[in-house]
């Protein structure tokens, strides 16, 4: 049995060493990591209708797509994530996984004086308050179950980075439901910093569950981790082009006038794309529709299009930020 403390913050690399420790290996592990700021997703969750996309843009923030399901969190360096890897019971139902691995945590958090527990199905609570959201997969005989431990997190980060416009979405994905959350240290009667933490958080689990190792990635190890963060956790074909289906819509007012987009958009990619509105132009917006139809959904592709083009041609005194607004 073994435990990894990852040095690495990367959140695409991360990912890219859970699937590979949790399909590639056959070993019992205890894995304790922490992000950059980032947002994770589940895996059926439409990444457009999960996030605040003018925000995480302007701040660098990327969107990653995990393997369980759930939910979308945010990480940030004030959060340690805890992941363990073992062998499945058999029938045992995901609402046991989450009270068997979730235990142990509760367990940890109770010797520091905190009256931890576990609600529903997969939430850790202190005083009616969320601070660990938890999700699991399942692979062959194998199991994998993580989750967050909010110990300094940003609470005001979290809350602008998964503002959701669902009222502009109309699809069949799975939505976060948004609870009030609060960080581990507001409730230490001891300050104790991060690292602190981390270790008396490592302390325990291992102390906990038998003779555990420290497990030191091989080169072979590496090299596949590295072709999974290449090929896919980096990829905007897996972290938004697993999203669903579905519509948007939105209108804006511009000192031009009043612009309203309708889109249909399937895996990542724009299919169907209207424009209406009491702008004025040169040249008219079917033009501007059939260059964006097979246009993936991403600020980045809509910029690289529209550069072919003279954008004020269809709407009149319109700037590309005010453009690209109207889609993110």
């Known amino acids: 049995m073994f435990y990894i403390i990852e040095s690495s913050n990367n959140p695409q690399w991360n990912l890219a060493c859970e699937e590979y420790l949790f399909k ?10 922490q992000n950059s700021p980032s947002v994770i997703i589940g895996l059926h969750q439409n990444s457009y209708a999960e996030i605040n ?3 995480v843009r302007e701040n660098n923030i990327p969107v990653v797509r995990r393997l369980s399901g759930g939910g979308a969190v945010f990480h940030d360096l004030g959060n340690i994530n805890f992941t363990f890897i073992d062998e499945r019971i058999p029938g045992e139902s ?3 996984m989450f009270a068997r691995f979730t235990a142990p945590i509760v367990r940890a958090l109770h010797k520091l004086g905190i ?3 576990l609600e529903g199905r997969n939430d850790l609570m202190i005083k009616g308050m969320k601070f660990s959201g938890n999700a699991v997969a399942t692979y062959r005989n194998r199991v994998l179950q993580h ?3 909010l110990f300094s997190s940003s609470i005001s980060n979290l809350d602008k980075a998964l503002i959701s416009r669902a009222e502009q979405f109309k699809d069949k994905s799975v939505k976060s439901i948004k609870s009030r959350v609060t960080n581990i240290s507001e409730h230490l009667e001891k300050k104790i910093t991060i690292s602190q933490f981390l270790q008396h958080i490592t302390n325990s ?8 190792n420290p497990y030191i990635y091989t080169v072979e190890d590496l090299a596949a981790i590295a072709k999974l963060h290449l090929k896919k956790y980096s990829q905007d074909s897996w972290n938004w082009g697993l999203s669903p289906k579905f519509s948007y819509s939105k209108s804006s007012r511009f000192p031009f006038g009043l612009l309203e987009l309708h889109m249909e958009v399937e895996q990542g990619i724009i ?10 132009f040169n040249l008219e917006s079917s033009g501007l529709e059939e260059l964006l139809r097979g246009t993936p959904l991403t600020p980045e592709a809509i910029e690289r299009r529209i550069e072919k083009i003279n954008l004020p041609d269809y709407f009149n005194g319109i700037a590309k930020e005010e453009f690209l607004s109207i889609f993110f």
């Open 94 to 96: 995901n609402s046991e």
């Open 205 to 212: 689990l291992i102390s906990e569950r038998g003779q555990y």
């Open 115 to 117: 009256e931890a527990y």
């Open 53 to 55: 996309h003018q925000y």
């Open 271 to 280: 299919k169907e794309i209207k424009f209406f509105g009491n702008f004025f």
């Open 147 to 149: 989750g967050t431990l």
């Open 24 to 33: 590639g290996l056959n070993i019992p592990i205890i894995r304790l990591w």
